[in-house]
């Protein structure tokens, strides 16, 4: 299948670019949601954009599942004058502490106007944006502390613009997960080895495959050592054939059950049972 023929932009994400570009004077800051293992592919390119200088926290969310030292350098590469980055779990709150705080510092200035004009209390409002299944849903819930925002597994599935008041004086306005016109066939990948869209882009097995191919590259010993390799390959499909058979994924003949070792390596992967993986790095070529 050839990857750059996928579109991602039907109405509906015209749409959300337009609400996001409306809402912008409704906030006072962004934030950002991406995957910290993908960080790269995980942001829409036309976020940047959209939110131009508005001052924006970078959420780095899964960062106990990337290497710590390639997300430090993420965190360098993308911080600025109005973005700041934290490394945080939507899913177990790590980190979400730091928010506030973040906001603050962010928002310093207008803070102390408000202070100079009486306004002590200030709420404070931030949109949350990120594409869809990158844990926007998880991150609402975690600072609302409850189930308001519907968590779902496909894209599109927060639809409603809704306001989420949180504990720490912040208000949250979600906004549905939003994609963009083309993807690279690297991007796709990416986002489908970490289940951040269907993996029906391409089939399992092909998917699987071109996931040992890449981490061959920087981590072909965590291949040897989760899966109890006397020998590693050139070829990922030798190497998936032996990941097979080390783990009894084999039908009647003895031939490779592929669709079931395939489901294997990506549940795997996913579940960071191989370890902390990255797949980008800042201004570093991955291949």
Not at 19 to 34: C, F, H, P, Y
Not at 248 to 262: L, Q, S, W
Request: proline share 3%; net charge positive; glycine share 6%.
């Amino acid at each position: 299948m050839d990857m750059q023929k996928i579109n991602w932009f039907p109405g509906h994400m015209v749409k959300t670019r337009r609400e996001i570009t409306a809402n912008l004077k409704l906030v006072d800051a962004v934030i950002e949601i991406r995957d910290a293992r993908i960080v790269s592919s995980s942001q829409n390119p036309e976020i940047d954009k959209i939110i131009e200088n508005k001052p924006r926290i970078i959420l780095l969310n899964k960062a106990d599942m990337a290497e710590d030292q390639v997300t430090k350098r993420w965190k360098k590469s993308l911080e600025n004058e109005s973005t700041l980055v934290l490394e945080v779990n939507s899913l177990t709150g790590k980190g979400l502490n730091a928010i506030k705080p973040t906001l603050n510092e962010l928002l310093k200035d207008k803070i102390a106007r408000n202070k100079e004009r009486g306004i002590v209390n200030y709420t404070i409002r931030a949109m949350v944006v990120g594409i869809p299944n990158v844990g926007k849903s998880s991150f609402i819930n975690r600072m609302a502390k409850n189930a308001i925002a519907k968590v779902g597994n496909r894209p599109g599935v927060t639809k409603n613009k809704q306001w989420i008041k949180t504990k720490e004086g912040i208000e949250l306005l979600d906004t549905p997960g939003i994609l963009w016109p083309k993807f690279e066939e690297e991007t796709s990948l990416n986002l489908a080895f970490t289940g951040a869209i269907k993996d029906e882009i391409m089939d399992t097995e092909t998917l699987a495959l071109r996931l040992i191919e890449r981490l061959s590259h920087h981590y072909k010993d965590r291949l040897i050592e989760r899966y109890a390799l006397e020998e590693f390959s050139e070829d990922p499909l030798e190497n998936m054939d032996n990941i097979a058979r080390k783990r009894g994924c084999i039908i009647k003949g003895g031939e490779i059950d592929y669709m079931r070792v395939a489901v294997m390596i990506l549940d795997e992967f996913r579940s960071a049972k191989l370890g902390k993986i990255s797949l980008e790095w800042p201004e570093v070529s991955h291949d």
